[in-house]
């Protein structure tokens, strides 16, 4: 039975052969459905899918295979790669040249733990990118695997409205016209050159954005990065640590602005102590062309830094993708952002098209795409008004060390009246640390002193982003302090420090 479709009603009456009146009345009432039926069939041959998902990141993608798994006819529009931004350009890539980084520097320090390497630990350039190219194709590949498994088709082209339920999808100066009952919005973001006096041009200019970055064509021996957040803070990691000069200016206080203060303050340390330079509550005021590189002047607060790179890197700055496809024309309501929607089923103003991901300008998280992807395809297909829920959302930076945080931060929690009671314990005493040299950072927790609730999680260390979904199911289902000091945790693992940062909020901590 399709998703369009009613069951018919038998109504059993016992064997009397002649109907009585209500009888009578009880399989007119019974046929009603039966019309309806017929009805929706007819205006279902209309439409060319029950759903159309415009754009195949990780938002679009999951929403299209949700919907089919729910037995929606689903057509995919993508103007360029399956898997959008993330797998193309950001999360999958930067992660393998992460990975290719932090092995180097495992080699490099690999007599901490009684291992001899012979000669020079080095990365080749041409293998490095090859082997990142080739995580992204697969992972491009099967993306396109899932959309066979499920029936989805996929339409490549560049898609515009005609009307709420009409689009026309062009490729190659080819249009096709597709009509669908419901439509989801996912054509995520791109990054954008924010504006630095003096700093003009692009890639064959040496100003590079992480989408450059990530395809690097070569290792700059000198390079300067404008942004602390978690992109700018990845490439400095990267970059430094395969021999680049990195110089990282963050016009907020302390790295990573958008989490705990105590988790960019640390982060801050750790990376100098690499080497990166790490200018915070600074600007880059100028930029002036020398040679082939740039003279970059930066300025906190009333010193002035000049210095020589040869690469500008902008890691800041993304605009959501809504341009020309008449949204406007046809009743979609935009904000500065992106696309704005009438609440959190995540519907925009038109009652039949959907918005998710970096489109709606919200948490710019692919996790929460897709998690916003699956609520909005439910939505579309049952009629259902599911609403999503950003109370925890993992965050997370893949430096080395890796930071992660859910929930709310320390200054948050205060800032909306809590009675805040915090809890800290360094991953350095533990003995798994210890074991594998991995002994920086700490595990923070923020609860409420009234009634123990769990509010924030916040985690700078080996391994953090993985270990942080604990913390992500104790905000959802709203645990307490009790409830997670009496989770018993594997010893020796890193992850004891989360139980000694819960058992320190109460005041007993054991090996603190």
């Known amino acids: 039975m399709s998703s369009h479709e009613s069951p018919s009603i038998h109504p059993t009456n016992g064997p009397a052969t002649v109907a009585a009146p209500i009888e009578s009345l009880i399989r007119d009432i019974a046929n009603i459905p039966v019309l309806q039926e017929q009805e929706q069939l007819m205006a279902n041959e209309n439409f060319d899918a029950d759903l159309v998902v415009i754009g195949a990141g990780p938002g679009g993608y999951v929403a299209a295979i949700r919907a089919a798994q729910l037995g929606a006819k689903v057509v995919v529009v993508e103007k360029e790669y399956l898997g959008g931004t993330c797998l193309n350009w950001g999360c999958i890539p930067s992660k393998a040249l992460i990975a290719t980084v932090e092995r180097l520097q495992s080699v490099k320090h690999a007599d901490k733990l009684g291992v001899k390497v012979s000669g020079e630990a080095t990365v080749d350039f041409d293998a490095m990118i090859a082997r990142k190219d080739k995580i992204v194709q697969t992972q491009r590949g099967g993306v396109g695997m899932l959309f066979k498994k499920n029936g989805i088709r996929h339409v490549e082209g560049f898609a515009s409205f005609v009307d709420a339920h009409t689009l026309n999808v062009e490729k190659d100066g080819k249009v096709e016209k597709i009509k669908a009952k419901n439509i989801i919005l996912a054509m995520g973001s791109s990054v ?12 064959e200019n040496n100003v590079w954005t992480s989408d450059e970055a990530v395809n690097m064509p070569y290792v700059p021996k000198r390079i300067v990065i404008l942004g602390g957040g978690a992109v700018g803070c990845e490439f400095g990691y990267v970059f430094n640590g395969l021999g680049s000069d990195v110089t990282l200016v963050e016009m907020m206080p302390q790295l990573l602005p958008m989490m705990d203060v105590d988790l960019g303050v640390e982060l801050g340390k750790l990376l100098s102590r690499q080497g990166i330079k790490v200018r915070t509550g600074a600007t880059i005021e100028k930029c002036e062309r020398s040679g082939e590189g740039w003279k970059v002047t930066i300025k906190k607060g ?7 790179v040869d690469v500008v890197l902008l890691g800041v700055g993304r605009k959501a993708n809504t341009e020309g496809m008449n949204l406007e024309k ?3 309501q935009l904000h500065r952002r ?10 925009t103003h038109v ?9 709606t300008g919200r948490i710019q998280l692919a996790h929460v795409a897709s998690a916003e992807g699956i609520c909005a395809a439910t939505n579309a297909v049952t009629g259902s008004e599911k609403k999503m829920d950003y109370k925890a959302v993992p965050n997370a ?13 320390q200054s948050e929690a205060e800032a909306k009246g809590y009675d805040v009671q915090v809890g800290k314990f360094n991953f350095r005493p533990l003995g798994k640390a210890m ?20 509010l924030g999680v916040h985690m700078i260390g080996a391994h953090v982003t993985d270990m942080i979904h604990e913390a992500v199911v104790a905000l959802k289902l709203e645990a307490t302090l009790d409830y997670m000091v009496d989770c018993i945790h594997a010893h020796p693992t890193m992850s004891e420090a989360v139980l000694e940062a819960f058992e320190d909020a109460q005041g007993h901590a054991i090996h603190k």
């Open 330 to 332: 046809i009743g979609v």
């Open 435 to 454: 074991a594998t040299t991995e002994q920086d950072g700490f595990v923070k927790v923020v609860c409420d002193r009234k009634y123990g609730e769990v």
């Open 302 to 308: 009333t010193d002035v830094e000049v210095i020589e």
């Open 351 to 359: 009652p039949n098209i959907y918005a998710i991901g970096d489109v």
């Open 192 to 203: 954008i050159h924010i504006p630095v006096p003096g700093l003009e041009g692009g890639k």
């Open 397 to 409: 930076v893949y430096t080395s060390p890796e930071v992660s945080s859910v929930g709310l931060t």
């Open 338 to 347: 992106g696309v704005s929607l009438l609440d959190d089923t995540m519907k």
